[in-house]
Each structure stands twice: as structure tokens, then as C-alpha cells.
């Protein structure tokens, strides 16, 4: 059976939502929250939704999709550009190399999951804005932003897990 047009456009907008998503989470990233004694702290809300689509759907998110991503996180937060691109690639590519161990879990073992990645997607920016300014930088506000994500995670999964239940099925 033949799909009508109507169908494949309706086929094209639910595949093409969790990039969309993703693009609109990362404008919400780059705005600072403040925290007494750390200042502003951004959450990378975009690596949450590369995360969860690449554990779930990842033909959803390609990696060329997750460094655009990336590049557009950049461009809006002042990075320099394909530092974020390339964090959000490679967590992909370990995400989707490692998807079993996460699809049909707990929730906690998701969580534990992002947790890790969150860690080690920080501690590459961190040594990698080293390199960029060649001097020494504060890591603390690096683990209030894994905290911030770590904590917000729940949320954002909840409802990327409400709009694949319904949209996207």
C-alpha cells in the first residue's frame, strides 16, 4: 500500500520532532541560572535530549544532527565553535554503542547512566577551555552545571518519554 502525501509528511514531522526539540533546548540552555556562591550556571539541556534520543530512538538524532546541535550551542553560548559539536558527537556515539545496556532498564539506570556521560562530557570541556584560553580554570562551576543536569534530568526524560509514547508511536 502507497502512502498518501499527508502521511509522509506526518511520518517526516514526528521523526523530525526530537531534533526540533533538541534545537529549542538549546536556546533554553544558554540562559544562565544563578547560584549563590557559584554565579550563573547554564544547563546543557541539549546534551539530555541527545542523550535520551540516542539511547531510545537513535536514528532519530544522527550525529550529523548532534553537531549541529552542538554548533548551534555554540554560536548561542559563546563557545568556540565545534567545541560543543564534538562533545555532542562523540556522547552520541558512546550513548548509541552502549544503548543496550541502557533501553529496557529502570529509569534509574538511565539516570546513572546520563549521570556518567554528563561527567565525562564535562571534564572534556573543562580540559578542553583549558587548552583554549591556556590557563588553569576554576572546575566548580562545571560540577554545579553536572549537578543542574543531573537534577533536571528526571524531568526532561519524563517528558521526552510522554512525547514518544504518544507522537511518536
Known amino acids: 500500500m502507497t502512502s498518501t502525501f499527508a502521511q509522509r509528511l ?5 521523526n523530525l520532532l ?7 533546548l538549546v536556546m533554553l540552555s544558554v540562559l544562565p541560572v544563578y547560584l549563590p556562591g557559584c554565579g550563573e550556571v547554564a544547563a546543557n539541556l541539549a546534551l539530555m535530549s ?11 538524532i544522527t550525529p550529523v544532527d548532534a553537531f549541529m546541535i552542538g554548533l548551534l550551542l555554540d554560536v548561542l553560548g559563546g563557545t568556540p565553535p ?14 548509541v554503542t ?15 547512566g546520563f ?3 554528563a561527567v565525562g562530557t564535562g571534564l572534556a570541556l573543562w580540559i578542553l577551555s583549558m ?19 543531573v537534577s533536571l534530568f ?3 526524560a519524563g517528558m521526552f518519554a510522554r512525547l514518544q509514547n504518544t507522537v511518536l508511536q
Open 98 to 112: 552502549q544503548g543496550r545496556v541502557f533501553r529496557g532498564q529502570s529509569f534509574l539506570v538511565l539516570w546513572w
Open 131 to 149: 587548552g583554549y584560553t591556556m590557563k588553569p580554570l576554576d572546575p566548580l562551576p562545571g560540577v554545579f552545571r553536572w549537578a543542574l543536569m
Open 154 to 156: 528526571p524531568i526532561f
Open 82 to 95: 565545534g567545541m560543543n559539536a564534538a562533545i555532542l558527537v562523540l556522547a552520541r556515539s558512546v550513548v
Open 50 to 60: 541527545v542523550f535520551y534520543w540516542s539511547v531510545h530512538r537513535p536514528e532519530l
Open 18 to 24: 526530537p531534533l526540533a526539540l533538541s534545537v529549542l
Open 10 to 14: 506526518d511520518r517526516l514531522a514526528r
Open 115 to 117: 549521570s556518567l556521560v
